[in-house]
């Protein structure tokens, strides 16, 4: 049974870097084709893919965003750490973790139950 | 970049088939994914690969893919179908591109 769980802070001020941790089991980030990536929600709207991380350390970033984002794993922990630097107040909203596989016939099939970050002074 | 467009919203009548489209140049070359995700919840997996379910999946769910419009059927539509939609595709330029959302409406 995979399950993913989001972690960090509920509160973080302008300019502050957030660091948020998906820990993950049920499966392996050193099995081949699997990826785990980074979706976030601002309240009241669409989802907003983020970044990618794959078994074999390959990583993908939002065009957008890029210059802000750092995706790492853990594979003996089992988890994997997103970090936006020079975070802002439209940066608030519902932060995701979901299992994929490589390819782009793949979904995201198992999503984390998401953590709100809210970014205010 | 690739965009995909959806309604913000559909209306259907309980016990009527809904449909949801998701629009994109030649998605139908594209492998759509779609979510459902209902208030306060996370997203869930509904359809992937254009028309396939996931296991726990009603068969009311089905999908379609041609030309330009991907499209979630939902038939005999339920309350409990009430929900935001979501399509999803991968593209070269941005890897993953989500739609903007639909929110379904059953009266």
């Known amino acids: 049974q995979i399950t993913l769980k989001e972690s960090g802070p509920t509160l973080v001020k302008p300019t502050q870097t957030l660091t948020l941790t998906c820990t993950f089991s049920?499966?392996?980030?050193?099995?081949?084709?699997?990826?785990v990536g980074w979706i976030r929600q601002p309240p009241g709207k669409a989802l907003e893919w983020l970044a990618f991380?794959?078994?074999?350390?390959?990583?993908r970033y939002s065009p957008s965003l890029k210059n802000r984002l750092t995706i790492t794993k853990d594979t003996s922990k089992n988890q994997v750490v997103l970090t936006m630097t020079n975070m802002d107040p439209v940066d608030t909203a519902t932060y995701y973790c979901?299992?994929?596989?490589?390819?782009?016939?793949?979904?995201?099939?198992?999503w984390g139950q998401g953590t709100l970050v809210t970014v205010s002074s | 970049s690739y965009e995909l467009t959806q309604p913000l919203s559909v209306s259907v009548a309980l016990g009527q088939t809904a449909r949801i489209t998701c629009g994109g140049n030649?998605?139908?070359?594209?492998?759509v994914h779609w979510y459902q995700q209902k208030p306060g919840q996370a997203p869930v997996l509904v359809i992937y690969?254009?028309?396939n379910r996931p296991s726990g999946i009603p068969e009311r769910f089905s999908g379609s893919n041609s030309g330009n419009t991907a499209t979630l059927t939902i038939s005999r539509a339920q309350a409990g179908d009430e929900a935001d939609y979501y399509c999803?595709?991968?593209?070269?330029?941005?890897?993953?591109?989500f739609g903007g959302g639909t929110k379904l409406t059953v009266l």
């Open positions: 979901a299992h994929s596989r490589e390819g782009s016939s793949w979904p995201f099939d198992y």
């Open positions: 049920g499966f392996s980030l050193s099995t081949s084709g699997v990826g």
């Open positions: 991380i794959y078994w074999d350390d390959d990583k």
């Open positions: 030649n998605i139908g070359s594209k492998n």
């Open positions: 690969r254009d028309s």
């Open positions: 999803q595709v991968w593209d070269s330029s941005t890897p993953v591109i």
